[in-house]
């Protein structure tokens, strides 16, 4: 494997990871204020396809984006209602939510433009652009440098670029605002909280909108930044991986961008050789390394690499009591 | 669970409203695309039960549904949610095509409990790894058997184009069973009493085999030793252990019983109706079993009622996109979602209305 090589992974590493960081975030923020959501796959889907439907209506990725967002927020609110207000199942209801949004999706497609569940494709103003850095068709020539610099860091669209400092926003937001605190006191011991004076219901509100507006901008990256348009069921399980990489991660926001990267690197690895030569150890097949991620997460799960403790109040309704 | 609401609300009204509302919500959907909804209803109601062929197909789709309506159900009874059906089934589809491929069978009678058997026990081993993980290592079981799901696709998958391709034959399926290893459909089943059924609709003898496996499930849980502790389990885990319940013991057995169930389906999409290992022959049944149980309040009638009732809106739904294009067939997916939805997660909105309701009934009486 040459440099050039290495580079084009860790270059496709980068754009296979975004919607997984943004995912991941989400799910990070609705988790540690202590609602469960397996919805991220859904809320991603209703985003990408809301993106590009109006981005092809209006010819504009910004007006895209809006509804995208809006339709994740939209489907976070319920999610909200069923786990919040309503105290019911928060993973049935995630579970709803995912079925409704790939089948209102395609639904919606078909109808609206007859393509099968297509969006048209995009282009011009109605996607993201690559954002070429400064001299950086200059500088391609120098050895090791040039490439690091071309490649694997300009050329990317605006989304990827967002998604880094969202990680470290989300850190500084979770571990060093008040807010944060708050909101992390919410999934461990909501009575507290209340005890304090604080309403569990407004933060954990505030949390699940947090969550649809984060799986959103994962969303639209989907169709709009990474492809030039919305295809069928196109989240294919990324919702479920940012969440195997949320608790690989354990919870904590920079391990989670690691973890992202890791399972971005894993994929970009999987597209870029189909089968592996090892050595001695003979083929690694291509579906092993698509099992990767899942195998990983369970093996973190069973707790025999340190143990994976999700926030306490987690998936419990909270009962006010009279 | 709660003493406000007589027993018939709780069984059969709230359930009923909740569908109502799902229903309700789907006929709007079905108005905002520019369809008349009950146009779609009287489409959908005879597409699936208006012939007997219809009928053939309806059944067909009940029978997948009855088993990991089941799986799930049998779960839910020991508090676990099992949302690995679709993997559970996937490997049980692998169990039943060995079996299938095994021999060259003479008789489909000698192969029905080897097919059966084979499903059912690659189903229960696929669901072994999360439950074990949840009783002894505390590993949360709807992540591990969603992790479960995807690794079981890429298993099968790998399985399908590296090692069990039939020879010369370029889609990623096995050769076709054995004619001995064919069974008996319910247009040959009929003919035996000299009935006539259309030749076509895929309904085979598993769907006995479903009716049976609801009267195991009802005997299970509330006729047996073991079906005592699976409910003690599930209603409380402390009042359960004082009593001398295992719950590694409980998690283990329900959960093995309920990835048997759901890899029982396999013998009739794989051994009754493909007669070959094919990709994808689950179809996101694994996942209907959850609104299933759920619209079934997990017993094995309401499981029933209920899979015949998405067996109605599959069979339907498929004839709903040949009259009305504009509705295509993922109308489905999201009633199905909405049915999860609001008998799930959102049962509450009407439970509570309906109970002081009762309440003020009560007062209001002398």
Redesign the interface.
Known sequence: MDFATVIQILDSMMRLSTPLIFACLAGLFSERAGIFDIGLEGKMLASAFFSAAVAAFTGSVLLGMMAGLTASMLLALVHGMASITFRGNQLISGVAINFFASGMTALIGQNWFKLGGRTPSLSGDGRFLPIEFPFAVNIESVPILGPIYSELFSGHTFLVYLSIPTVFLAWWILFRTRFGLRLRAVGENPEAVDTGGLSVTGLRYQATLICGLLCGLGGAYLSTGMAAGFIRDMTAGKGFIALAALIFAKWRPVYALLACLLFGLLEAIAIRFQNIEITGLGTVPLQLMQALPYILTVVILAGFVGKAIPPRAGGEPYVKER | MNSQMPKWADVALIPLLNLLLAFLVSGL?VLW??ENPLHALVIIIKGSIGSAYSWGYTLYYTTNFVFTGLAVAVAFHAKM?N?GGEGQATLGGLGAALACLSIDWPHWLLAFPVIVAGAALFGAAWAA??AY?QAR????I???T???N??AF??L??LL??VMKAPGSMAPETKTFPPGAHLPTAHEMLAWFGIGFPKSPPLNVSFLLALAACVFVWALIWRTRLGYAIRAFGFSEPAAVYAGISPFRVIMISMLISGGLAGMMAVNTVAGEAERLLIDSVQGAG?VG?AVA?MGRSHPVGVLLAAILFGILYQGGAELEFELP???R?????????V??FT??????VR?PVEKLFIRMRRGAP
Do not use: C, K
Not at chain 2, 137 to 140: L, Y
Not at chain 2, 344 to 349: F, S
């Open positions: 959907v695309i520019g949610f949302i790894v999360p993980l290592r505390g590993s949360h709807v992540i591990t969603i992790m479960f995807f690794i890429a298993l998958v790998y184009v590296h996942f959850i759920l504009a509705v295509s993922e109308m489905i997916v999201v009633i199905q979602a909405l999860i939805l799930g997660a959102l049962d509450n909105m509570m």
